[in-house]
Every structure is written in structure tokens, then in C-alpha cells.
């Protein structure tokens, strides 16, 4: 059973002129499975990742969620699906600078259903898992780039997601901060959480075990080594 | 029940039972009240804020209220003090003459009033006093000089009219006019003597002394002894009076149809004598007399309450709008800076309710503590008040623990409209904004 699986989906933005961010796009992503998804800027990456992460609808196509078909789910069922099922990293990281490192944190489990009693032990869990055990009660403004990124991580994996999507997750990120969140993404994938990441990054690219690549709204497979990527830079 | 899907398990959540979901309800409830207190501790300044302001316009209202409460019983008091326990009684016109059953009483002249209406009125248990009073210059058209042929004092252009007025003394005592008790009781016989008021003295250029031996007034050529002076104030007004006894007053007018009667009742009795004082002085015509009801008075008391109340009511809602509009305010800036981050809650699974929750528990956590304070406020405002005018502090604890329900009504509002464009917020554009 695949972990997620698209089929011929679309998404056309009504606005003037009709924008056609997707056309059909097929993808499927199987448990435990490391994605990459490459694409110049308005390729439909985001929106890719936003009809994946059930924060936006498709205008048309298939979306079976671990066999289930959410293409068509409603307000509530997506939000549910989205706390039990996802786990999301933003390029911004999206750290609140006014909370401290556990607060962000707790708001990963906020919607999780995960009860108030076992929530502190998550939360301490995870933040020792990536290494910021130190910082707890840190305020995010604090944080450096790297920490805040590993917060990010921790925050969308403290729920324990079945799928980790990561849009540009180390593009602001120095070589070992990069490494640091890429080894977080292969123990979760280690756990059969299927991981797609968006990124530019030719060593992100690499880390992948698949690479597909968005090219005005529609996908294709390229070949595994990209090393053509840092002889031509980002797409 | 878990659906086995492969590698992959679906949760499929059964069904909660009901302690379950009560749970589970006060578990999201405890959230978003965690929530709104880790966000105010992070925005003190902010939250401390819209605290004062709802706590200054609660307040307000309420202090105001309590203020005016305090000042419409004040003024009520006054108005008791000086008029609650009168009752007026005038002679109901019919037309067809005095021609009372008691006119025989009169000696010469046919009277509605009876000539023992004193003796009537003392005899009702709860009367302090009471007496009769006749207007003769509306009746008679008196001249009155101060020597005899001299000219008329209050004709002329530019001068005060003299009031000529008979009384009996019970009617002094009622209206408790300041009269020399020594000579009022000439008041309840026929001697020509009468007593004036400061304005009358000074129009008829009569020194105001102690003793007034040998100082006279004329009226329609007769002489009249001055045997003293009146106070101007009260309800008698007598300043420009030139008060002569009642009996000689009607001898010259020739009717009693214009008479009225002043009762003075116990404290707190008005009610009850304005109800039999009619049928105590004429029992065998009551409907001859009316008596004007303390029930009046008590009625502009409570208006005069009720208008005050508006006022402040008014007043404290302006102020509460005010505060609404500034709490709106300042929670739409609030949700406007935080897009990013109600994105971010919702692409962690919360739900457009949750997010609107956080925002709507915030505006009434901020209007609770608010109301607090502006219980507080109102509570010392109202007894500062209260010893500052010498007032007494009318303080009443329902009231005042409405503060805290107010402001979270007040919260309720203010945030609604901000809860709802947060919650309309699209998580997908939201988390890519910064």
C-alpha cells in the first residue's frame, strides 16, 4: 500500500488569466521512501506540496492517502488527516520567535489527539532527538538557523506523522546544519515514514532515493545521480 | 479499530464513547486556554493593554451607574425631605357654587372647607399638621397701602406685586414657614393683623424689627397691625405675602372655591393620609376636594432615577463601544501579524473552529481580567464619590461582580470578528508568507 498516490492531478487557479499550476500529475510515494521534488520557480512545487499536505484541494485527479481517496474530503476530514498523517518543515522554518523551543513544539501536538499527560514526555523526546534538549526554554528568536530548523523537524515529527513533507528545508542552512536535518529526515524514513522534500539543493537532491522533477505543472522522473545540478546550479 | 493497510496503518478511529468525548472536549478546551496564556505572557504589553482598557470602560459604566444610583437618591431624598409628606388638597370646581353640606359651619359666608378643618385634620392619627389657605388677591383684587389714602404699593410698573394671602397658622406649621409663634395664632382668628413676607416688608418700606408694635399696613383702607414676619422659602412661598388670618381673608373674597388645604403628614405617611384626608375634612362630600397624591411624587423620584440611570448607562455604553472598536482593533493587527503562524496551525491539523477558538478565548480572557479591574475601579470609584459629596455609598455587590461578565461579553464581541478572519485564513497561503 503506497503511502500516497496522485493521479492525473490538476490544480487551476481561477484567477485572470486561469493559472495551470498542475497539469496531471502522477506520483506515488511508498512508506520509508526518501522523494525529491525539482523544479525552477513556478514550476507548481508549492502547490504540489500543499495538495499533499491536504492544504489545498485539486481541481481535478485522484489522491488516494494510504489507499483512502481524500480528493474529495471535506473541511473536517482533512484537518483530521492532516494532524494524524503529516508533518510539515518550511523553508522559514516558521519558529515563533515569542514562544520558547517547547511551546513550538507543543503546538505540533495540539491537534495530534495525543493526551496532556504524555505530551511533556513527547516533547522532551524529540527535542533530545534533535539535540536541543539544551534549549528547551529557549525563546525561538534566540535560536540560531540551524537550531531553528531542527525545531521545525522536531515540531512535525513530535506527532509521529506517517508523512514528512519539507519544502526547501535546507536552503538557508550551512553544510553540517543541512547534514543535521537530512540525518533527521532518514531516521523517520528508517520508521516508514515516507519523506517528500522540495528543495534546489543538488546534495538534497543526492540524499534522495527518488528525484522527480516539475516542469510547467508536470512531473517526470530523472535520473537518480544530479550532479548535473551543481554544474548548471538551481533550476 | 486500526484497518491494517500494508505497512501503512490508517487509523480509522471507532467511534468515542461519551466519557470519552467529554474528555477529549475538556482536554481541547485546556489547550486553548494554554494556548492564549503562553500567547499573552509573550505580549504582555499588549494584553496588559486592552486589560485597562476594558477594565477603565467597565469601570466606567459602572461607576457611573453607581454614581448617578447614588446622587438619584440623593436628589430623591431631597425631594422627600421637603415635600414627600405634603399633601395638597384644593376644592374640586363644579360650578354651581360653594353650597357645601357644611356651609352652615361658616358663619357668614357658604364654605366648602368647614371651619373646624383644623380640628378635622388633627384628628386623622398620622396629620403632624395642617391648615387651610385662601389666595385673596386672585379672588379680591385687595389694595393695600402702607399709610392710609397713600398709593397702592405693587400696581405700579417695575414693582413687585404683593401676594395677599389668609391663612390659618396649622398652615404655617405644615408648610413650616419660619413665623413668629408668638402672634400665628392670630392667624386662626378675625383681627385685622397680618404678617409679611421679607419682599412685602421692603415693598412697603416696614422695617423687619423683633417687635413690630405699632407698625401697620392698609388694606382696602382698613388697618392691619404687622404682628411679624414670614420666611419667603418653603412651599408656602410667602416672600411678597402680605399674609392676613384666614377668616378675614374669606370675609373678603365671599367663597372658599379657590381654598386649598395643606397637610403635613408623619414621616413616611403621605400615602396614607392624601387617601382619607377628603373624607376626613368633608365626609359628607369627599368628591368636593381632591388631594394631590404623594404618588407623584414617587414617581418623579423614580424618574428622575430612571433618567440618571439612562445617562450613565448611555454614557458607559459609548465608552464600551469605544473599547470594543479598540480591542477589535487591535486583535485584527494581531491576527494580520500572525498569518503565518495560524498557517502553521493549520497545516498542523488544527481546524478552522480551533483557530477562531484562540482568538475568541483570548478576547475573553483579556475582558475577564479587564472586568476585574473595572470592578475594582468602580467599587472605589463609587465609595470616593460617595465621601467626597458626603454622599451616602451605595455599593451593590451584584453590580459590581457583573464587571467580569461584562468584560467577557465585551471580549466576546470585540474578538468575533477578528476570530472569523483568522479562521478564514488559507493555511496554504498562509505558511509561505513571512
Redesign the interface.
Known amino acids: 500500500m503506497s503511502a500516497l498516490d496522485l493521479s492525473g492531478v490538476t490544480k487551476t487557479y481561477l484567477v485572470d488569466p486561469p493559472v495551470e499550476a498542475l497539469r496531471g500529475v502522477d506520483l506515488t510515494v511508498e512508506p520509508g521512501e526518501r522523494v525529491a521534488v525539482l523544479g525552477r520557480s513556478g514550476a507548481g512545487k508549492s502547490t504540489l506540496l500543499n495538495i499533499v499536505g491536504l492544504l489545498d484541494e485539486p481541481t481535478s485527479g485522484t489522491y488516494l492517502l494510504a489507499g483512502q481517496d481524500v480528493s474529495a474530503s471535506g473541511s473536517a476530514e482533512r484537518d483530521r488527516l492532516r494532524a494524524e498523517t503529516f508533518g510539515f518543515v518550511f523553508q522559514e522554518s516558521h519558529v515563533l520567535g515569542h514562544r520558547t523551543a517547547a511551546q513550538n513544539v507543543w503546538l505540533g501536538l495540539m491537534a495530534s489527539g495525543v493526551a496532556r499527560r504524555e505530551r511533556d514526555v513527547r516533547i522532551a523526546e524529540v527535542l533530545e532527538r534533535v539535540g536541543l534538549t539544551h534549549r528547551a526554554d529557549s525563546l525561538g528568536r534566540l535560536l540560531s538557523g540551524g537550531e531553528k530548523q531542527r525545531l521545525a523537524v522536531a515540531r512535525a515529527v513530535v506527532a509521529r506523522p506517517r508523512v514528512l513533507l519539507a519544502d526547501e528545508p535546507t536552503g538557508n542552512l550551512d553544510d553540517a546544519n543541512a547534514t543535521s536535518v537530512l540525518d533527521l529526515f532518514d531516521e523517520q524514513a528508517a520508521q516508514g515514514v515516507a519523506v517528500v522534500v522540495i528543495t534546489h539543493d543538488a546534495r538534497t537532491a543526492q540524499w534522495a532515493d527518488r528525484v522527480v522533477t516539475l516542469v510547467d505543472g508536470r512531473l517526470a522522473s530523472v535520473p537518480h545521480d544530479v550532479s548535473w545540478l551543481d554544474r548548471v546550479g538551481a533550476p | 479499530m486500526t484497518v491494517e493497510?500494508?505497512?501503512?496503518?490508517?487509523?480509522v478511529e471507532p467511534a468515542a464513547p461519551r466519557a470519552g468525548r467529554w474528555r477529549?472536549g475538556v482536554?481541547r478546551v485546556?489547550?486553548v486556554v494554554d494556548?492564549v496564556l503562553?500567547e499573552l505572557a509573550?505580549?504582555r504589553a499588549r494584553a496588559l493593554l486592552m486589560v485597562v482598557a476594558v477594565g477603565l470602560s467597565t469601570g466606567a459604566l459602572q461607576a457611573s451607574v453607581g454614581i448617578s444610583t447614588q446622587a438619584a437618591q440623593q436628589i430623591g431624598a431631597d425631594i422627600a425631605a421637603s415635600t414627600l409628606d405634603l399633601t395638597s388638597v384644593s376644592v374640586v370646581p363644579t360650578g354651581d357654587g360653594p353650597g357645601g353640606a357644611d356651609a352652615a359651619s361658616a358663619s357668614e359666608v357658604a364654605t366648602i372647607l368647614p371651619a373646624d378643618t383644623e380640628e378635622r385634620l388633627a384628628g386623622i392619627d398620622l396629620v403632624d399638621s395642617g391648615g387651610r389657605r385662601l389666595d385673596v388677591s386672585g379672588a379680591a383684587s385687595p389694595v393695600v397701602t402702607r399709610l392710609p389714602g397713600g398709593d397702592e404699593v405693587g400696581r405700579g410698573e417695575g414693582e413687585q406685586q404683593l401676594d395677599v394671602v389668609a391663612v390659618t397658622s396649622g398652615y404655617l406649621r405644615a408648610a413650616r414657614t419660619e413665623a413668629p409663634t408668638a402672634s400665628t395664632f392670630l392667624l386662626d382668628g378675625d383681627t385685622p393683623v397680618v404678617l409679611l413676607g421679607p419682599g412685602a416688608a421692603e415693598a412697603l418700606d416696614v422695617p423687619v424689627v423683633d417687635d413690630p408694635t405699632g407698625l401697620q399696613v392698609w388694606i382696602d383702607g382698613q388697618p392691619y397691625d404687622v404682628v411679624g414676619f414670614v420666611g419667603g422659602a418653603g412651599p408656602a412661598a410667602l416672600e411678597n405675602a402680605v399674609v392676613m388670618p384666614y377668616a378675614r381673608g374669606l370675609a373678603t373674597v365671599g367663597r372658599d372655591d379657590d381654598a386649598s388645604v395643606l397637610v403635613r403628614a408623619l414621616p413616611g405617611a403621605g400615602a396614607q393620609v392624601a387617601s382619607v384626608v377628603a373624607q376626613a375634612v368633608r365626609p359628607d362630600a369627599p368628591e368636593r376636594l381632591s388631594a394631590s397624591s404623594v404618588v407623584s411624587m414617587s414617581t418623579l423620584r423614580r424618574g428622575v432615577s430612571t433618567q440618571m440611570d439612562k445617562l450613565a448607562a448611555w454614557t458607559g455604553t459609548v465608552l464600551m463601544v469605544l473599547t470594543i472598536l479598540l480591542i477589535a482593533n487591535s486583535m485584527i493587527v494581531a491576527v494580520t501579524s500572525r498569518t503565518?503562524?495560524i498557517?502553521?496551525?493549520?497545516?498542523?491539523?488544527?481546524?478552522?473552529a480551533?483557530v477562531g477558538a484562540v482568538f475568541l478565548a483570548e478576547g475573553m480572557l483579556i475582558g475577564f481580567l479587564g472586568g476585574l479591574v473595572g470592578a475594582a475601579i468602580a467599587a472605589t470609584s463609587v465609595v470616593a464619590a460617595a465621601a467626597l459629596n458626603g454622599w451616602s455609598a451605595v455599593l451593590s455587590p451584584g453590580w459590581i461582580a457583573v464587571g467580569p461578565l461584562i468584560g467577557v461579553a465585551v471580549g466576546l464581541v470585540a474578538s468575533a470578528y477578528p476570530a472569523r478572519r483568522a479562521a478564514t485564513i488559507?493555511?496554504?497561503l498562509a505558511?509561505?508568507s513571512?
Request: hydrophobic fraction near 35%; charge should be positive.
Open positions: 493497510l500494508g505497512s501503512f496503518p490508517l487509523a477529549a482536554a485546556q489547550d494556548d503562553v509573550s505580549r503565518t503562524e498557517g502553521l496551525r493549520r497545516a498542523l491539523g488544527c481546524s478552522r480551533q488559507s493555511p496554504a505558511v509561505r513571512e
